[in-house]
Each structure stands twice: as C-alpha cells, then as structure tokens.
C-alpha cells in the first residue's frame, strides 16, 4: 500500500473516529498495545493507525522511532492475530511516520488476542459485549452445525467416539478433571448438548453409520484411489458415513497404504519424504469437513492418485474469503463445530490449518497447494506429491528447526518465491529484514536497485557454489561493464551523470558513484571537472603532457 502526502494531510485534517487512529509514539509504542488497537480497529470496520502524529487537531507530525523495522513488526502482528496487517514507513519533512493498515474483519466474524473481543471506547480499548457478538456472528446467516437436529438422542453418538473427544479435550487443556465427565456433561459442556437436544454438529462428530443416515446423510466423505487419469471405475473406494471421530484415522490409513517415499542423498545420510505428508492431509480433511455446506447434499470426494491428492468439498468457500486471502482471512461457515474441534486441539480458532499446508508444500520442496477449479458450488484443493527440489529441502533443513519454527507463512512463501526466482510481491517484501537476519537469503546492491537470491547454503546444497558466485558477482560486475561501454562509446564528448543514470536507472546517484570509483581504481575510466560539470572518459587518468 502506498500512502501520498497528499492523503496523509487529509487525515491528518480529519477527526479521531471510527476508522483513524492517532499515536505520537515519538520514542517507542509498546507492541501489545499495537495488537490490541488493531483488533478493536478491525472489529469497527478496519482503518489506520498512524505512529508520529500529535493526537488533537491542528495535528503535527512529530515523527516516531517506534518499530524500526516494520517488516518485522508486521510478522509480529500476524503471529499473534493470524490476519496480515501491512505497515507503511514514511519518510516527511517533519519526521518519519507509520501507517498500520488494518483490515475490516470478514461478515460474521469478529478478531480477538486471548479470548477478548476489543472495540474502542473514547481513549480506551474495551471488550465488545454478548449482544455485540451476538450480531455480529449473525451476520453471515444461523449456523447450520448449532442447530438442533430434532429426533436425535444421545443413543445416536457413538460412546467410543465421544470419549475420544474427552480425551484430547483435557489433554489439550491440560485439565485431567474433564477425563470424569459424563457422556452429557461433556457434550454440554462443549455446547454440543443444548437443554438436552442434540445438535447436528455433534451429529457430525460422533454419530454412528445409522444415525447419519436418518439423519444427515450427507455428512459423507467418499475416498477413491485411481490409479490413472483415466475415467470409469475407482481402482479403491469406499464411503465412511458416520461422525468424523469414527472415521478421521481410518482414511488416513486408507491413504497412506499407497504412500509412497521419495528419497534423496544429504551428505552420508539419505533422506526420505513421503508423497503425501500426514499433517497436510489431516489438515485438509479437518478443513472440508469444518467449513464445507452442510445444507447441500452432496459428499466430500477424496481422490488420491499416484502424486496428487484432491480433496472436494460441496459449498463454495466462505462469504468474503478467496484463493488469494485465504491464508489471512477466516470465515467459518460451521461456528459450532469448528469450535469444539478447536476444544480439542484437532484444529486452532485462528484457522492455521491452510498455512501449515503451505508451509509443509514450501518445506518439501513441493508445488503450491492449488484450489483451480474451486466453484460457487464446491471447493477443490489439490496437493502435489512430487519433490521438484531435494537442493531446496536441503538447505531448508540446514536452516536448522529453530530458525524455521520461528519462520511465518509469509516467511516461507518469500523463500519460495526466491527459490523459483520469481518476481516477490509487494507484501511478501517485509519479510527480506529478518530472512538477511538469520542468514536465508542475502543481498545484492542497495536502495531501489537491490535484488535478494537464496544464502550460500543452497547453493551449497545444489552442489554448484560456482553459480552463487556467478549470481552475486554477475549484477556488480554487469553493470561497470554496462557504464565503461557508454563511457567508451563517447569518449570524445565525454559522459555526464545524467547520461550515466540513464545506463542504470534503478540505481542511485551515490550506487553509481561506487561503481565508478572502482572503474577509476582499476584505470578503466576516469573523470574531469568537478560536481554536475564532470565527465567521465576512458582509461586512466593520465598527467598532461604540456
């Protein structure tokens, strides 16, 4: 986002209100408080937070030293709130400013840091009430998983399933009281028993093969194995109706019979990865059932094939969400059933699911995870299989478990850009700070000319450290060589500034002052007169014979 000067004024001249947010910040601004006001902001409807700013009209910008890296303080904010949240730096006459751009939460759904829900109140930040929340998770229609399946009992769940669920519920909580519970103080307690009545999001989760059918059929999963592209008859299928508890292990087993490893040589040490990795795939099954559309008929389809896993699921994705913001934005078309998931650690409230399948792609040197075909009618996720870079593995795994865990999605898909080297997208450009930090990716050049390619490791990795030394030197030396021509071809008349920064435009005057001086160092070039008057000519500077 690029903010003009022009339309700072204009907020600058505008009151404090629903969607601006002014902060002197002149030395620092604590982080916690930045994540708050962003959850309060975005829960009003999105706006901007602007640091180095007199908070009363007439405003002045004062300047702030706060967040001397915004890169890293935007990963900061999507660590903690899972929503990306850009941050612009501005240099005035005045000072340097920031300006926080939050979003506008999606319809029905409202953002939160620990459990609070956040809105302004004058100066202060406080909790939105139960009525607010009420309307606000209103907004994208009734949740269909919350509502009371009438004619079912508690004889339609399954007693295995809903101790499972209990289990992991006090194992993720850390609470071995809730091992005690009853059958119906759990279900209750999870909000999956209301006044006695069953809901169909307990129906989805434990129901037995017979309940479902009278009940909800269509909470179906339908696994096909094909063996080739070609149409006609699954070569393996088979249809598991019933509470998602009954069945999530046996189709992982399912898939995972025809697994296979795909292996590659670090050093003495041979390595192996799976075609398809448990945690990506146990992702994408936990994600069709909790946001798929339980009004349609239809069933979730899984077609595994030899390197491509399909997952199909009926609904189009959620109100508000796409392809492309899918990995910041979350909408849950199931409250109910998402949330008892969530009691049980299976999936998280912020919705990270996506990005751990990103990430497992990014890691394993595999394609991105693709949603091509995804309709108003259903979504398609394909996952690819194929390595298509044990080198990227590699180095990945060279940067050592600690560096990555400390990597966000953005972090990765960065890294993977580079490894593609493709163009890297404006949002993805915070991230170049602490990947340089922890010694990913390196630099080349300065200011508006700077290029980034993957640290010394992959090349290392790739076995062809003789092209990182091509890659790092070829852009400085190209470029001298690019100006000694033009110095060369007007060797009469002699070449100005101006004419040289034409030769590189994405350079700066002082980065082509270098470049010169080290032409002038080696005598390939040299310059008469001095400041805008010089000219630069050939060879070296010679005394003059008269």
């Known amino acids: 986002m690029t903010t003009t000067r022009e339309q700072l004024q204009r907020w600058l001249d505008e009151p404090e209100g629903t969607n601006l947010e002014f902060k002197e910040a002149k030395s620092n601004y604590h982080f916690d408080k930045l994540v708050e006001y962003c959850v309060a902001l975005a829960n009003e409807g999105g706006g901007k937070i602007i640091l180095g700013v007199t908070d009363l009209r007439p405003r002045r910008i004062v300047g702030t030293a706060a967040f001397a890296e915004p890169g890293r303080t935007e990963a900061g904010l999507y660590d903690r709130l899972s929503h990306r949240v850009p941050i612009e730096e501005m240099h005035t006459d005045g000072g340097r400013v920031l300006v926080v751009h939050v979003p506008s939460r999606l319809p029905g759904t409202a953002w939160q840091i620990d459990g609070r829900y956040l809105k302004r109140a004058g100066d202060e930040l406080t909790p939105l009430t139960a009525a607010e929340l009420k309307t606000i998770f209103a907004e994208s229609g009734p949740d269909f998983s919350a509502e009371i399946c009438t004619g079912a009992s508690i004889a339609d769940l399954s007693p295995e399933a809903i101790a499972l669920f209990r289990e992991r519920w006090s194992k993720k909580s850390r609470d071995e009281r809730k091992t005690t519970w009853s059958d119906i103080e759990t279900l209750t307690n999870a909000e999956l028993l209301l006044e006695g009545q069953i809901t169909y999001a307990a129906l989805m989760l434990f129901g037995t093969r017979a309940a479902l059918g009278r009940h909800l059929a269509q ?3 339908v696994f096909e194995y094909r063996s080739s592209e070609a149409s006609g008859p699954a070569a393996d299928r088979e249809e598991y109706r019933e509470g998602f508890f009954l069945w999530q292990d046996a189709i992982w087993n399912k898939i995972n019979l025809r697994n296979d490893r795909q292996s590659y040589q670090d050093g003495l040490f041979r390595m192996d990865i799976p075609t398809f990795d448990e945690v990506p795939v146990r992702e994408a099954l936990l994600n069709a059932v909790a946001h798929r559309d339980y009004r349609l008929g239809g069933s979730i389809f899984v077609r595994q094939y030899a390197h ?3 997952v199909v699921s009926p609904g189009g994705l959620p ?3 796409t392809a492309e ?7 849950p078309r199931n409250r109910r059933l998402a949330e008892a998931l969530a009691r049980c650690g299976l999936i998280e409230r912020s919705g990270q699911g996506m990005n ?4 497992s792609a990014i890691r394993q040197g595999k394609p991105l995870p693709s949603f091509a075909g995804t309709s108003a009618h259903e ?3 394909i996952l690819e299989g194929i390595v298509k870079s044990t080198a990227f593995v590699r180095f990945m795994e060279r940067l050592g478990d ?4 400390s990597f966000s999605t953005y972090d990765f898909l960065a890294l993977d850009y580079l490894h593609r080297e493709q163009l890297l997208p404006e949002h993805l450009k915070a991230c170049l700070p602490s990947l340089i930090e922890v010694g990913a990716i390196e630099s080349m050049g300065r200011g508006k000319g700077t290029r980034y390619l993957l640290s010394r490791r992959f090349y290392a990795a790739l076995g062809a450290k003789g ?3 091509r890659k790092k030197g070829l852009d400085r030396e190209t470029n001298k060589a690019l100006l000694l021509k033009h110095i060369e071809d007007n060797h009469v008349t002699g070449s100005r500034m101006e004419e040289l920064r034409q030769v590189l435009p994405t350079h700066s005057r002082s980065q082509i002052q270098v470049l010169l001086r080290e032409l002038s160092k080696i005598g390939a070039a040299h310059s008469k007169g001095t400041t805008r008057a010089a000219r630069w000519y050939p060879g070296p500077d010679l005394p003059d014979c008269n």
């Open 219 to 221: 909470a179906e999963l």
């Open 308 to 310: 491509r896993l399909e």
């Open 319 to 321: 109100p508000g969400i």
């Open 325 to 331: 913001n899918i990995l910041d934005q979350q909408n």
């Open 356 to 359: 751990l399948i990103f990430e």
């Open 379 to 381: 979504v398609r996720l």
């Open 402 to 405: 600690e560096t990555l865990r």
């Open 467 to 469: 092209v990182y030394t």
